[in-house]
């Protein structure tokens, strides 16, 4: 009797049973949601890493994937080079007209290289041809001439003063120098002009054709 009483009623055996069968199965279940917890984030990881994220635009940021798509950068050849320079400078911006006063000749290089000269009328005594540095401002084929004293324009055709082209680099606003042509093409060679500078038809219809909008026209002495 006395050890079935103790046995049952010792405080220690009944504190003993009732922890044991609080504890375990609360901790089993915390360590159960952990290892959910922990099974579903390595899922997440592998399912991340094997899957490249897009952006808003739908490309790919994954780093893997924009290393392989950039194009590779090479250098361009002699060549290419020499193509697109041919392609975006003109002609014309390899010319350059010097006009020598004392000669009385207008000489076109290339390249820095002579090409051909033209004999030229420049502006007499008062009207001198300007000096300096200067680019082709307008390019007029049958321009109309207007009178500087009585205002009267006379239109294009074997009597007007400009002959078939017009060439102008030079203005102060309101006044214009140019090359251009005559029909008194036996002024060419003298200093007859108002500044301008006169050309024969022939040489001034050449000329129009190798200069362009900005081409440099240096006057000298």
């Given at each position: 009797?006395?050890l079935?009483?103790?046995?049952f009623?010792s405080?220690n055996?009944?504190?003993?049973?009732?922890?044991?069968i609080f504890f375990?199965?609360?901790?089993?279940v915390?360590?159960?949601n952990l290892?959910?917890?922990?099974?579903?984030n390595?899922?997440q990881?592998?399912?991340?890493?094997?899957?490249?994220?897009?952006?808003q635009?739908?490309?790919?940021t994954?780093s893997?994937d924009l290393?392989?798509?950039q194009?590779?950068?090479k250098?361009?050849s002699?060549i290419?080079?020499?193509?697109l320079n041919?392609?975006?400078i003109?002609p014309?911006?390899?010319i350059?007209?010097?006009i020598?006063?004392?000669?009385?000749r207008?000489?076109?290089?290339?390249n820095d290289?002579?090409?051909?000269?033209?004999p030229i009328a420049?502006g007499?005594?008062?009207?001198?041809?300007p000096?300096g540095i200067?680019k082709?401002?307008?390019?007029?084929?049958n321009?109309s001439?207007?009178?500087?004293?009585?205002g009267?324009?006379i239109?294009p055709?074997p009597?007007n003063p400009?002959?078939?082209?017009?060439?102008?680099?030079?203005?102060?606003?309101t006044?214009?120098?140019g090359?251009?042509g005559t029909p008194?093409?036996e002024t060419?060679?003298?200093?007859?002009?108002?500044g301008?500078?006169?050309m024969?038809?022939?040489?001034?219809?050449?000329?129009?054709?190798?200069v362009g909008i900005?081409?440099?026209?240096?006057?000298?002495p």
């Open positions: 009797m006395n079935k009483a103790s046995n009623f405080p055996c009944v504190n003993s049973n009732q922890n044991n375990n199965p609360f901790h089993l915390i360590l159960l290892g959910t917890v922990i099974i579903f390595l899922i990881q592998q399912a991340n890493a094997l899957t490249p994220i897009k952006n635009s739908g490309v790919s994954k893997t290393i392989e798509t194009p590779q950068i250098s361009k002699i290419r080079k020499k193509a041919e392609l975006y003109k014309n911006e390899k350059h007209l010097v020598k006063l004392s000669d009385r207008v000489y076109v290089y290339q290289q002579l090409k051909t000269s033209y420049i007499r005594e008062g009207w001198e041809t000096t200067h082709v401002i307008q390019k007029i084929p321009p001439w207007k009178h500087p004293f009585t009267e324009i239109p055709g009597e400009l002959g078939e082209r017009w060439i102008g680099f030079w203005t102060d606003g006044n214009y120098i090359f251009h008194k093409e060419v060679g003298q200093a007859a002009s108002h301008c500078v006169r024969l038809n022939q040489d001034v219809l050449a000329l129009f054709e190798k900005g081409t440099t026209v240096v006057v000298e």
